[in-house]
């Protein structure tokens, strides 16, 4: 009887121990999440700054890339230390046709997807093809950054104005589209450097506005323009129809998809025929959705044959 009693005493206090033991982190992670405890500890992160002003690049392993291709990388001097890669494919004929700058959709490297694989079949066809990837979007300012909604202040509350956020929210899209055309005036003075007379700006997807944008500001020798399934998201589906002035002499190719958008491909011929443009041409195709490095050899054959045909126009090839 004795023994049984010493044992449950024994068991008692152990689990009383356990308890203890159990109760004490239990305890400071309550302490620690009441309104009033400090919980600014050394090494806790403190949350992001509204006023962090917003870096915009491709990114997208630009540094690997230029480890996987040590041949084909250029970095394209942008000013201030600041650098975009290019991957540049040079002809393999004695005498090049001419150079392709070639403009990714947005989220792609550039060598990936259907522009990555233009690349060295352009190159096999006498081209020479550099191709660049479309840096990304900023995303729009939220919670305290300039136009978000606030709820209105009371009669007796004072209104602060918050200051901090406002020069790096206040149109953030310019800045993106500054750098695209940076990144792309360093391209084409690359090519032109390196002796290419004849250079044909491709543009795919979300790329067709800029390098309408970058036709406009000229290049020497012949002049042409590839869209590839072209893209304009937000109000970019109304800027590129007020910006054709100025393209007129251009030879312009609108390679569309027939899978997808058949009412905005329609769309866009009747804007160039409206303006009396007649160095555009649209062509429709059988393509993957999204198009892909499989539509390579048949957008590639295209552009080739319609830079053929466009010799008896504006443009001498």
Same mark, same amino acid.
């Given at each position: /009887?004795?023994? *049984? ?32 405890? =400090? ?42 230390? =600041? ?11 004695? +005498?090049?046709?001419? !150079?392709?700058?070639?403009? @990714?959709?947005?989220?792609? #490297? ?5 522009? %990555? !694989?233009?690349? #060295?079949?352009?190159? =096999? ?33 004072? +209104? ?32 032109? @450097? ?9 543009? +795919? &997807? ?21 869209? +590839? ?6 109000? =970019? %589906? ?7 002035? &100025? ?18 491909? %329609?769309? *866009?011929?009747?804007?160039? !025929?409206?303006? @009396? ?20 050899? /048949? ?19």
């Amino acid at each position: /009887m004795t023994d *049984r009693l010493n044992h449950g005493i024994r068991a008692l206090a152990c689990g009383l121990l356990v308890l203890l033991l159990l109760a004490g982190p239990w305890a400071a992670a309550q302490e620690a999440a009441e309104p009033g405890a =400090d919980n600014d500890a050394p090494g806790q992160a403190e949350p992001p700054s509204t006023s962090t002003r917003l870096t915009i690049s491709s990114g997208l392993g630009q540094r690997d890339l230029a480890r996987r291709y040590p041949q084909q990388a250029v970095w394209l001097e942008l000013g201030e230390g =600041d650098s975009e890669l290019a991957l540049l494919a040079l002809e393999r004929d004695a +005498v090049a046709s001419g !150079a392709m700058l070639i403009v @990714g959709d947005e989220g792609q #490297s550039a060598a990936s997807g259907l522009h %990555g !694989a233009m690349r #060295s079949l352009l190159a =096999d066809h006498g081209w020479a093809a550099m191709v660049l990837a479309l840096p990304s979007r900023p995303m729009a300012p939220t919670g305290d950054a300039i136009g978000a909604e606030r709820p209105e202040p009371a009669a007796d509350e004072s +209104v602060m104005i918050d200051v901090a956020v406002a020069p790096d929210a206040v149109e953030p899209l310019q800045g993106y589209r500054e750098r695209v055309q940076a990144l792309l005036a360093a391209a084409t003075a690359e090519l032109s @450097g390196r002796g290419y007379q004849r250079i044909v700006l491709v543009g +795919v &997807g979300q790329a067709a506005l800029p390098v309408m944008q970058a036709a406009m500001g000229g290049t020497s020798g012949p002049r042409a323009l590839v869209w +590839v399934t072209p893209r304009f998201a937000g109000a =970019d %589906g109304e800027a590129w129809q007020s910006g054709l002035e &100025g393209l007129e002499a251009w030879s312009i190719l609108d390679l569309a998809n027939t899978l997808t958008g058949p009412e905005a491909t %329609g769309a *866009r011929a009747a804007v160039f !025929a409206r303006k @009396g443009m007649t160095g555009y041409r649209q062509q429709r195709l059988l393509l993957s959705d999204p198009v892909s490095g499989r539509d390579a050899p /048949m957008v590639v054959n295209r552009i080739l044959a319609w830079l053929v045909l466009a010799g008896d126009g504006a443009s001498p090839y």
